[in-house]
Each structure stands twice: as structure tokens, then as C-alpha cells.
């Protein structure tokens, strides 16, 4: 069964870029990525570090600091690697809670799954109000008023400020206190507003431009896209949003030349997730090879 579900994305994620090569020229955008902006490119990539950072140090305070903040961050840049190995964003947070249980990062599996769960609705919880907001930005985008827009936002918003209270009396298991929930959705706002920067300076390294609501809107849909377990690492998901959200700038290839360079920019920090990982369990193997001689 889940060969044939992996079976599946990996032809969802095909067919989508099949469908780009009707819709646009593969050579063109070639063209556009080796005349990349440098600079540019390498801010992108040390603005996503800077998003994982953050999103790693918001998993430490949601566990209350009962998991260590370094062993937040190396598994935050691990769970990176699954994300583009695994289907779905929500595939590669069950994968980085087994391997930690697995290599005993974490005594208490309890606190382990609450934080992973919690670290996550925080996270969705606040890009839905971030996308809320941005939509302002691009009126008829979604058939609802500005006034309906805001007070989606409103209400989602105090729905997350009251959550702690929720889940003492429904779960708690879950339970979070009041304090270090707010801190929690303050660095969750800081990682969207990071991520959107990340967003608008990779399409600056190819030559394009967009409002910073308009990346706001792509960041969420975007994100919300790739939780779904529909294709393997966002591939041909992440061109078609930038090919629908940004059609009015006309330049196709530029928007799928800057959705393979996010692309790249992922793999690299992947890599360093693959380095995080196999460095500690050589290390092991290496100490047992050492000990039996």
C-alpha cells in the first residue's frame, strides 16, 4: 500500500512537470537560472537557515525546554532532509520524532509528539492568519470582502491567543501555558515574515519582482500545498502556484526559473540535515569499532 501511495506522487509530481513544458520553454528557463543573481541567491539561502533557526527554537520553547535547543535545530535541518525525501510536509515531522526516539534524543515520548503537534498548529495556525491578511493585498483574489478578510483574521487570532485555555480543559495532554504559547505564536510570526523575505529575494536572483503581499500569498499557499502528501519534495507543485498566483507578470519562465532555484536552495539545507544526521550515528559506530578492539 504504500509503495503504490509513493507510487502515486512520484506520477503526480511527473505529470505536473510535464504539464510546464506546454506552458513553458525548460531552455529559457535554463537561461534565466545560470544568469542568476548571486548575491542575491546566497541571501535567500541564509534567510532560510534563519527561517529553520527559527523554527527550530520555537520546537524548544513548545517543549517547555525538556528537548534541548541544539537538538531542536539539528533535527529541525533533519527533518528538512525528510521533507524532501517523504510525501508531505506532516511525513517528515513523524519522521524526525522517530529518529529521535530512535537515537534517545528524547526521554519522554509524550513531551516529544505534544511538542511536534503543537509546534505545527502554531505554525498553520498563524500562516492562516498571515494569509488572511496578505490576501488584503490582492482584492478578489478569494470571493470575500476586506471587512470579512480581517475579521477571519481577528477571530483566528484570538482563537489561537485562548488555545492553552482550550486544551487544559479538552487535552490536556496538550497542555501549554498561556505565556510560552504567545512566545511561541510571536516566533511563528517571525518565521512567516522571514520566509516571505526568503520568497521575494530568490525571485529578485532571477529577475522578478513581486509586492511582498503577493509573496506573503504564495508563501502560505505554497506551504499549505506542500502538507498535502501529493507530490515528492514539492516538485511540480511549487512551479504551478507561481505560475497561477503570478500569471499577470507575464513571464513564465522567470516564475519557474525561481521555483527550481527554491528548489535548490531546499536541497542545499537538506544536505546539511543528511550531514546532521549521519555524523552522530558514524560517530557511534565508530566509538563501537574502537570499543571491541
Given at each position: 500500500?504504500?509503495?503504490a501511495?509513493?507510487?502515486?506522487?512520484?506520477?503526480?509530481?511527473i505529470?505536473?512537470?510535464?504539464?510546464?513544458?506546454?506552458?513553458?520553454?525548460?531552455?529559457?528557463?535554463?537561461?534565466?537560472?545560470?544568469?542568476v543573481?548571486?548575491?542575491?541567491?546566497?541571501?535567500a539561502?541564509?534567510?532560510?537557515?534563519v527561517?529553520?533557526?527559527?523554527?527550530?527554537?520555537?520546537?524548544?520553547?513548545?517543549?517547555?525546554?525538556?528537548?534541548?535547543?541544539a537538538?531542536?535545530?539539528?533535527?529541525?535541518?533533519?527533518?528538512?532532509?525528510y521533507?524532501?525525501i517523504?510525501?508531505?510536509?506532516?511525513?517528515?515531522?513523524?519522521?524526525?520524532g522517530?529518529?529521535?526516539?530512535t537515537?534517545?534524543?528524547?526521554?519522554c515520548?509524550a513531551?516529544?509528539?505534544?511538542?511536534i503537534?503543537?509546534?505545527r498548529v502554531?505554525?498553520?495556525?498563524?500562516?492562516?492568519?498571515?494569509?488572511?491578511?496578505s490576501?488584503?493585498g490582492?482584492?478578489?483574489l478569494?470571493?470575500?470582502?476586506?471587512?470579512?478578510?480581517?475579521?477571519?483574521?481577528?477571530?483566528?487570532?484570538?482563537?489561537?491567543?485562548?488555545?492553552?485555555?482550550?486544551?487544559?480543559r479538552?487535552?490536556?495532554?496538550?497542555?501549554?501555558?498561556?505565556g510560552?504559547?504567545w512566545?511561541?505564536?510571536?516566533?511563528?510570526?517571525?518565521?512567516?515574515?522571514v520566509?516571505?523575505?526568503?520568497?521575494?529575494?530568490?525571485?529578485?536572483?532571477?529577475?522578478?519582482?513581486?509586492?511582498?503581499?503577493?509573496?506573503?500569498?504564495?508563501?502560505?499557499?505554497?506551504?499549505?500545498?506542500?502538507?498535502?502528501?501529493?507530490?515528492?519534495?514539492?516538485?511540480g507543485?511549487?512551479?504551478?502556484?507561481?505560475?497561477?498566483?503570478?500569471?499577470?507578470?507575464?513571464?513564465?519562465?522567470?516564475q519557474?526559473?525561481?521555483?527550481?532555484?527554491?528548489?535548490?536552495?531546499?536541497?542545499v539545507?537538506?544536505?546539511?540535515?543528511l550531514a546532521?544526521?549521519w555524523?552522530?550515528a558514524?560517530?557511534?559506530?565508530?566509538?563501537a569499532?574502537?570499543g571491541?578492539?
Open positions: 500500500m504504500k509503495k501511495l509513493l507510487a502515486l506522487k512520484i506520477a503526480v509530481s505529470i505536473l512537470v510535464v504539464l510546464l513544458t506546454r506552458q513553458v520553454s525548460f531552455a529559457e528557463v535554463g537561461t534565466h537560472l545560470l544568469q543573481r548571486m548575491l542575491p541567491a546566497l541571501a539561502l541564509v534567510l532560510f537557515g527561517s529553520l533557526a527559527l523554527m527550530g527554537w520555537r520546537w524548544h520553547v513548545v517543549a517547555g525546554g525538556r528537548i534541548g535547543l537538538a531542536c535545530l539539528r533535527f529541525t535541518w533533519i527533518a528538512q532532509l521533507g524532501m517523504l510525501p508531505g510536509a506532516l511525513s517528515a515531522d513523524v519522521a524526525k522517530v529518529v529521535m526516539t537515537q534517545r534524543e528524547s526521554n515520548a513531551t516529544l509528539s505534544a511538542s503537534v503543537l509546534d502554531a505554525g498553520l495556525g498563524s500562516m492562516l492568519v498571515f494569509g488572511l491578511l490576501c488584503l490582492r482584492p478578489g478569494l470571493p470575500l470582502s476586506p471587512e470579512m478578510l480581517v475579521g477571519l483574521a481577528v477571530l483566528g487570532t484570538v482563537g489561537l491567543m485562548v488555545l492553552p485555555w482550550i486544551l487544559r479538552v487535552l490536556p495532554r496538550f497542555a501549554i501555558a498561556p510560552t504559547w512566545w511561541v505564536l510571536v516566533l511563528s510570526v517571525l518565521v512567516h515574515a520566509n516571505t523575505a526568503f520568497y521575494s529575494v530568490a525571485l529578485m536572483a532571477v529577475g522578478g519582482h513581486e509586492s511582498w503581499w503577493q509573496m506573503g500569498i504564495y508563501t502560505c499557499l505554497l506551504n499549505f500545498a506542500l502538507i498535502l502528501p501529493v507530490s515528492i519534495a514539492g516538485i507543485l511549487r512551479e504551478q502556484v507561481a505560475l497561477m498566483l503570478f500569471q499577470a507578470s507575464g513571464n513564465a519562465a522567470v519557474v526559473a525561481f521555483a527550481w532555484l527554491v528548489l535548490m536552495l531546499n536541497v539545507h537538506a544536505l546539511v540535515g546532521l544526521q555524523r552522530p558514524r560517530g557511534r559506530a565508530l566509538g569499532t574502537e571491541n578492539a
